[in-house]
């Protein structure tokens, strides 16, 4: 009988989980041929342990300032460097986090057929559908922006949806968003946590994510897998994001386990997800496999796992068509969430559009978008300092913080929850005729006046 454990993702996906596994543990190399980087570890998704140092000469930095930033970052093996370390604008694409964050929405269509489902199980495969497919998007191995505290990102003209993100804490760096329709409401706390391990970095998603369905009131939680960006100094830099993925109905005691299988020797086993969703007694009643970087199918099964007779694979998910040699690799959607189609009429000034930075960038100047990152970070300095001598604490405009502590498996979470004064604003700003002339509006995120001397 093949085991039904969602820690191996139960069923016939077992073995196969078990032989990636093996193979993704021997398939890395330390680049020990170059002077200086002994027990550096470079690995090749296409290959194996025989063109780790070819592989090391690859990638988007020269060599001069490969040497120099390992040189840089050699101490901070081990740490945390979420907001400990100024990185060159040379990794990054021109988006912020919060926008990263409306990037779930891209497919939301899903959580509105979840709610809309009369069958339990079936309304488990649409939401985990939705969750699986921002990886697609997240993919990218360029380096977003990180907000400035009181930074803010809207979406709207999107599936009747009103996004609002938010900046509400900068140590540790903590993000806060709400999404809305008359299907479903989004809402999440992130708080990322790094372990930098030289040339590859493990980004551990402290978060909460809860979805709640209009029409029944059924609340679901979201726990992803964490992410590992491979190659960062060294190679040809990729992601994965292997581990289990589960969401949870809160309402009814149902869940879904989503195997992301590791990457093994000549991309085996890459992009591949497996699993199943059980019922409330932990049952496999519909299981669950395709590829998060191509599409999801899904199929009803026996209290094994195995596949009911007469039935067959149906695809509930597929990745849209993205640009063709995009330099970012964005997908159409991306583009869409950094341009102002979908912004408000009336647009509020703390917008991620608008910062001088990521513009500079978008437009190919990367000299200019090192400069006012600069700018930028170093007038949130002093506006912390102010603050200090004022003995004032920063307050978020659109959620508040909460005396809940959520746990999760990388540590505690401080939960802030939306507080409804966004729609306020939005809804009196929407009555406004004229719209925001954006060329005259400046980025303005600060919570003082002119601190720029």
Not at 6 to 21: D, V
Not at 61 to 86: C, F, L, N, P
Not at 259 to 286: L, M, T
Not at 309 to 331: I, M, R, S
Request: glycine share 8%; with cysteine; net charge negative.
């Amino acid at each position: 009988m093949a085991s039904n454990d969602p820690k191996n993702g139960g069923g016939f996906f077992a073995s196969i989980a078990s032989t990636i596994t093996n193979f993704g543990s021997v398939m890395s190399k330390s680049v020990n041929g170059l002077m200086g980087y002994e027990g550096l570890e470079v690995i090749n998704p296409e290959g194996s342990t025989e063109d780790a140092e070819e592989e090391a000469g690859r990638g988007r930095w020269k060599q001069e300032e490969r040497d120099g930033y390992w040189k840089m970052m050699q101490k901070y093996i081990g740490s945390d460097v979420t907001s400990m370390v100024t990185l060159p604008v040379i990794i990054f694409e021109p988006m912020i986090m919060l926008q990263k964050m409306a990037e779930l929405m891209e497919y939301s269509h899903l959580l509105d057929m979840a709610d809309k489902a009369e069958d339990p199980y079936m309304r488990m495969v649409y939401a985990s559908s939705w969750a699986i497919s921002v990886y697609y998007a997240y993919q990218r191995t360029w380096k977003p922006f990180n907000p400035i505290l009181g930074e803010t990102y809207e979406m709207t003209n999107h599936n009747g949806i009103n996004f609002i993100a938010e900046q509400v804490c900068h140590h540790p760096p903590m993000s806060a968003g709400h999404a809305e329709n008359e299907h479903f409401a989004y809402d999440c706390t992130s708080k990322l946590k790094t372990k930098f391990l030289g040339n590859s970095i493990d980004v551990y998603p402290v978060g909460r994510t809860r979805v709640t369905l209009k029409r029944d009131g059924v609340v679901l939680d979201l726990v992803p897998p964490l992410t590992k960006v491979h190659n960062l100094i060294f190679g040809r830099t990729w992601v994965d994001s292997p581990g289990e993925m589960v969401l949870t109905n809160l309402t009814t005691g149902d869940k879904v386990v989503l195997y992301f299988q590791p990457c093994g020797w000549f991309g085996s086993g890459r992009y591949e997800v497996d699993g199943y969703v059980y019922n409330s007694a932990e049952e496999p009643k519909i299981l669950m496999t395709g590829k998060w970087s191509e599409s999801l199918s899904y199929q009803p099964c026996d209290a094994e796992g195995e596949p009911l007779p007469g039935t067959e694979l149906k695809e509930v998910w597929k990745v849209a068509e993205a640009p063709k040699n995009d330099k970012y690799q964005y997908t159409h959607f991306a583009h869409k969430i950094n341009s102002f189609e979908t912004a408000p009429k009336k647009l509020l000034s703390s917008d991620s559009r608008l910062r001088p930075d990521r513009y500079a960038l978008e437009m190919g100047d990367m000299s200019k978008s090192g400069y006012e990152k600069s700018s930028l970070e170093e007038r949130q300095r002093a506006e912390k300092r102010s603050r200090e001598e004022k003995g004032q604490k920063f307050v978020p405009k659109w959620f508040d913080e909460t005396e809940e502590v959520s746990p999760t498996p990388w540590g505690d979470l401080e939960v802030y929850q939306f507080n409804g004064k966004y729609l306020e604003h939005r809804a009196e700003a929407d009555n406004y005729e004229d719209a925001t002339d954006l060329k005259l509006t400046q980025f303005n995120p600060w919570q003082f006046g002119d601190l720029s001397a």
